[in-house]
């Protein structure tokens, strides 16, 4: 097959979205090396595409190359239905990796959607998402089929986007290989790297309004005044947007120093990070999969996660689930309970350890080509 496949997510620092493209291109690459990858950059220069892919270190293929269509492609499909893409690239199969599909008419279209966060909490969404909330629903009925992240948000696609079940594909996000449980001196050095050497609880991701990361500053304030409570809080997440409340929170701590905040930090510095932890904090108020939760697990690090969005589905009985809206409230007991109940403690490590085992990259990188070949034919 020769398959097309969005790229514009492809910017460091890697999101969700970005950081799935990446890793599904990486290991359809490595199942079926026959076909033929296009990424498709919105960049009017050749060149600026090709050294993306460079930059992103993504593996050096000949049926890998990157293709640049400018920006006036796009809004001439969507005003006229005439797509320069058809007659240029002439691939068998189109994927819109992230919300929005790519401009073709004449061949099938795949089209992922992460999450409807735009929908369930539209007032703590960027305001370019807001404008993808309004395109959604006549790209998912455009799309030959839909792949998703969590059975929760296929569930959400069909209540609130009115898209049969049977459209729609579930193909879990991956962990990469890289994750595991360190060693005593790994989580030393981490400590030293990442905590002035002490004891930390970790939060990973963008530092934006839907992570409900003020709740959490607030908690670990207030058990830091308790005797004996010895762990800092690492924030290791590129700062998003709206973040007003997460640094107003952040400035009225009383132990200020015991929280450490590292902005955007790449895969190897996040493996350590991870290696070094003694528990994950994500009190998000939706996530559509939350992938921290399963690198956490990976990495033998107890989960405390929010009961919201597919969370419940990724965490299962591996982690504790607290109530988002009480976060601050439920955390005063939750991390400590984790923290010093050893029973309970190797419990959720064993149990993170095996249900990580269900999120395999490779695995979603065969369930995506199967797709391909079905909606081709």
């Known amino acids: 097959m ?5 790229g514009n997510a492809l910017v ?10 990446h890793r599904l291109i990486t290991h359809m690459l490595a199942a079926e090396p026959a076909n033929e990858y296009t990424v498709v950059f919105s960049r009017p220069l050749r060149r600026s595409c090709g050294f993306r892919l460079r930059q992103l270190q993504l593996p050096h293929h000949p ?6 269509r400018e920006r006036v492609d796009y809004r001439l499909w969507a005003w006229t239905s005439y797509s320069r893409m058809d007659r240029r690239l002439r691939a068998d199969v189109y994927h819109g990796s992230g919300f929005t599909p790519l401009p073709t008419n004449r061949h099938p279209r795949v089209l992922t959607v992460h999450d409807v966060s735009m929908y369930r909490f539209p007032n703590l969404i960027h305001p370019r998402i807001r404008q993808t909330s309004r395109e959604l629903p006549a790209s998912c009925r455009a799309a030959d089929k839909i792949l998703t992240v969590s059975e929760h948000v296929k569930r959400e696609i069909v209540e609130l986007l009115g898209v049969p079940e049977s459209k729609i594909a ?13 060693t005593v001196e790994e989580r030393e050095e981490a400590r030293t790297r990442f ?11 963008t530092l934006q309004p839907r992570k409900n990361i003020p709740a959490l500053i607030r908690a670990h304030d207030r058990l830091t005044a308790r005797a004996g409570f010895e762990f800092d809080l690492v924030l290791a997440g590129a700062w998003g947007w709206k973040y007003d409340e997460i640094q107003r929170a952040l400035r009225e701590t009383v132990n200020g120093h015991r929280i450490h905040v590292l902005s955007y930090v790449n895969e190897s510095e996040l493996r350590r990070l991870y290696r070094g932890a003694d528990l994950l904090v994500l009190p998000s108020l939706y996530e559509g999969f939350g992938i921290p939760v399963a690198e956490a697990m990976a990495s033998g690090v107890p989960v405390i996660a929010s009961r919201a969005g597919a ?8 982690g504790v689930l607290i109530d988002p809206t009480r976060a601050e409230d439920e955390l005063l007991d939750a991390i400590p309970t984790v923290l010093e109940d050893s ?3 190797a419990r959720l490590i ?23 070949r079905e909606v081709v034919g």
């Open 311 to 318: 969370l419940p589905e990724v965490v299962g009985h591996a």
């Open 195 to 205: 905590a002035n050497g002490r004891p930390y609880l970790l939060h990973v991701g």
């Open 350 to 372: 064993a149990a993170g350890l095996e249900r990580a085992r269900r999120f395999d990259w490779t695995e979603t990188a065969a369930s995506t080509l199967a797709v391909y």
């Open 343 to 345: 029973e309970l403690r």
């Open 12 to 21: 460091p620092p890697l999101a969700g979205p970005g950081k799935y493209a």
């Open 63 to 68: 049926q890998l190359r990157p293709f640049c």
């Open 2 to 6: 020769h398959i097309a496949i969005d």
């Open 170 to 182: 579930v193909t879990y996000n991956g962990i990469d290989a890289g994750f595991r449980p360190g």
